[in-house]
């Protein structure tokens, strides 16, 4: 259940703006991974938030607008395919996170992470597990990342629809196996995420 005391205990004592970080777009097999920080409004509430994952698209686009008019303040990044495929995904997942903090408009002095790492930030932060379903913060973080890669998709389905990503999100589905098997990677594929494919070679 969401509620902000994680918040509340931060800003008791003495930090005035704590922001929520989250990501998405760590699993698939193409596009870049991205991050989102949220500064909100302590006690806010707006109807519907919750982790992104168990929300409608509709829903999630509804709040992605209501969290930036309402938000203190908020940020969204990204990191690139060359990155994730140069530092590996979960380097390259904290560098979207640090670039999403670094561009709020509103300074935080702290942060909650979700998930289990929280480490290299320039300022305090803490991991929280399952935080998209504890933090109002993090679950506005959460909306804001997966509706800006959602959208994404729909852009680099433009740019290579014979992948079919706006349907599968670049997910390693059956159909997006067989595209690749059929087509080979474009250069939006993350060389690290379709090793499968020189095996296949190997055969």
């Excluded at 949220?38 to 992104?52: A, F, H, V, Y």
Aim: with cysteine; proline share 5%.
């Amino acid at each position: 259940m969401l509620d902000y005391r994680l918040e509340k205990e931060l800003t008791a004592e003495g930090f005035a703006a704590v922001c929520g970080v989250d990501e998405a777009g760590r699993g698939p097999l193409c596009g870049p991974v991205f991050a989102a920080a949220c500064i909100l409004p302590i006690g806010l509430e707006l109807e519907g938030l919750n982790d992104s994952k168990k929300l409608t698209p509709k829903k999630r686009d509804k709040l992605f607008d209501l969290i930036r008019e309402h938000a203190i303040a908020y940020s969204i990044a990204s990191a690139s395919v060359e990155e994730i495929d140069e530092m590996n995904i979960l380097e390259a997942d904290l560098l979207a996170m640090r670039r999403a903090i670094d561009r709020l408009q509103i300074k935080a002095d702290y942060a909650l992470i979700d998930g289990n790492i929280a480490r290299d930030f320039p300022l305090p932060a803490k991991a929280v597990i399952g935080g998209d379903a504890i933090s109002p913060s993090i679950a506005a973080a959460s909306i804001l990342a997966k509706v800006a890669r959602d959208r994404d998709c729909i852009e680099l389905d433009r740019r290579y629809p014979q992948y079919g990503i706006a349907k599968h999100k670049g997910y390693g589905t059956k159909q997006h196996m067989e595209a690749l098997r059929t087509y080979g990677p474009s250069p939006i594929h993350r060389k690290q995420f379709i090793r499968f494919l020189n095996k296949d070679e190997d055969r």
